[in-house]
């Protein structure tokens, strides 16, 4: 037996065939029969069958209650399509009859008060069910039973819901393309983070070489003017040694001599002493003895040891010791004129407090001597005797550096003064009023402003002049870029607040001196 689609029969000669065996069947057992009731006849079957004819019909009209339903769902085929998927899936386990009313039906065949001839027909007019069918996706949901493993078996098969399995499978297809999209998304956003933080990773190792690099080219600087400096004050060291061995040796040398007159004098004494005495031990056996002659001097009274402290003045060895050491450490003043161009500024001049005959460039980076004195009134807070302009910047702390170039000039000032400072009138350019300046005049001569002035004697004339100014320290230093040596310093200074650069040209003479003061880059060492 197998299951058949509804409405077709199987042949009568195969119908009866069955039927003589089921009479075989029956004749062999002798087993009791059943009546059934039918409104056309009455026939004779076992109890068994009666209970297959019943099952039969049952599971029929769960078939039609399951078309049923499936009708009703095609028809809300419009509505909300996960909703209709579930709703239908709902409909389709209600409307199934379960396995819990199918035996009830087995063990209760009077219940279902089925008819012999309609039991007999879904029984006998089912062909062989076709697995084709089912896997059609056309077909309309169905409830398959399979009564081909015999009589006292059941096996309920689920329905073929071919749309809305679609509709579920398309649900589940969509929620794993949404949770995959969710996935590369969120995978792309670790790549995009692990990207970036290694990115970071590499910019703080690029930065680790980077300051180690750094760290290494500092420590070779460092021990080089490391050594430099040790090197120059062990020069300087030694002209101090060499100048108190110089200063003591004197010393030595006198203390040596007293040492040498003492012992002299008195074994020459001793020996008079011995003499003396033994006149002194004859005296009493002989009475006219004469006293011996003893040696000179006779009077020793006058006689002593020069201790006298009279050397002369330490003047010239101390004078020597400080040429030496001066000149040791110009050895450093190279190493200065190395650091100090990174505290560079950018000195413009002020034209406000320019001298009427001076001519500034545009850029504010040149000063010269411009001839006669226009006939304009003097501005409040300009020069006007002496022939001179200050910078417009304003030294308050720190360091500050800035270099000039003095070529072909025979006459200039440079250096820095009070912006307070008097202005006006003849003025006494010093430190005593606010200026701290170093001085070229009469084409050779150099000298520092100091009170009283300090020659400065340069071997070569320069021509590019650097100005160091530290304000916390009150130092103003001035160097010979060119040569890269020292020209003059001015110590311990008392600015008493803000300071300026100050520059003057002087006037020019006879065609010479025509040359401007130019304020120029620093360049880098």
Avoid at 198 to 225: P, W
Avoid at 334 to 354: H, M
Avoid at 471 to 492: A, C, N, P, R
Wanted: net charge neutral; proline share 5%.
């Amino acid at each position: 037996m197998g299951c058949t689609p509804i409405g077709m029969r199987i042949p009568e000669s195969e119908q009866y065939r069955w039927g003589n065996k089921w009479e075989d069947y029956h004749q062999k057992d002798n087993g009791p029969f059943v009546s059934i009731q039918d409104k056309d006849e009455k026939a004779l079957m076992p109890p068994n069958f009666i209970t297959q004819a019943s099952l039969a019909a049952s599971r029929a009209s769960a078939m039609d209650l399951f078309q049923s339903s499936v009708k009703t769902e095609q028809q809300d085929v419009d509505l909300d399509r996960s909703k209709r998927a579930l709703g239908f899936t709902l409909g389709a386990q209600a409307s199934v009859m379960p396995p819990s009313q199918i035996f009830f039906t087995q063990m209760n065949p009077v219940a279902m008060q089925t008819p012999v001839k309609d039991a007999y027909k879904p029984f006998f007019e089912s062909p062989i069910f076709s697995h084709q069918t089912l896997a059609k996706p056309s077909d309309k949901a169905r409830r398959v039973l399979d009564f081909s493993a015999g009589v006292g078996e059941q096996q309920l098969w689920e329905p073929s819901t071919t749309t809305a399995q679609e509709t579920v499978n398309y649900l589940k297809e969509k929620k794993k393309e949404e949770e995959r999209e969710a996935e590369k998304q969120l995978q792309a956003r670790k790549d995009r983070m692990r990207a970036d933080l290694q990115q970071k990773i590499h910019t703080r190792e690029q930065k680790k070489v980077e300051v180690r690099s750094s760290v290494k080219t500092c420590e070779g600087f460092l021990e080089a003017e490391w050594l430099e400096i040790y090197n120059a004050f062990s020069e300087v060291m030694r002209v101090v040694d060499d100048a108190r061995r110089k200063a003591l040796e004197p010393l030595e040398k006198r203390k040596q001599k007293m040492k040498r007159e003492a012992q002299d004098l008195e074994q020459k004494l001793q020996r008079e002493i011995d003499r003396l005495k033994e006149s002194m031990n004859e005296l009493d056996n002989k009475p006219d003895l004469k006293v011996p002659g003893l040696g000179e001097p006779s009077d020793w009274k006058n006689v002593s040891v020069d201790t006298s402290l009279s050397f002369g003045t330490l003047r010239v060895t101390t004078s020597t010791m400080v040429k030496e050491i001066q000149q040791k450490l110009e050895n450093l003043s190279s190493l200065e004129i190395k650091r100090i161009p990174t505290f560079e500024v950018d000195v413009k001049l002020d034209s406000a407090t320019a001298h009427q005959c001076l001519v500034l460039s545009g850029d504010l980076k040149t000063v010269q001597d411009g001839g006669e004195k226009p006939k304009v009134p003097d501005a409040p807070e300009s020069f006007d005797v002496f022939g001179s302009v200050l910078g417009l910047n304003s030294l308050t702390s720190g360091k500050s550096y800035w270099e000039v170039e003095v070529n072909n000039k025979t006459g200039w000032d440079l250096g820095v003064a009070r912006r307070s400072a008097n202005r006006k009138g003849v003025l006494d350019v010093n430190t005593e009023n606010g200026y701290w300046v170093a001085v070229h005049y009469g084409g050779k001569k150099y000298a520092a402003l100091t009170v009283p002035p300090v020659s400065l004697p340069l071997r070569v004339k320069p021509q590019k002049v650097g100005v160091f100014v530290d304000h916390d320290e009150g130092l103003v230093s001035f160097y010979d870029v060119k040569t890269q040596s020292h020209i003059y310093s001015f110590t311990e200074c008392s600015f008493g607040g803000e300071i300026v650069p100050y520059f003057s040209p002087h006037l020019k003479e006879n065609g010479r001196n025509a040359d401007p003061l130019i304020i120029s880059a620093v360049r880098k060492q």
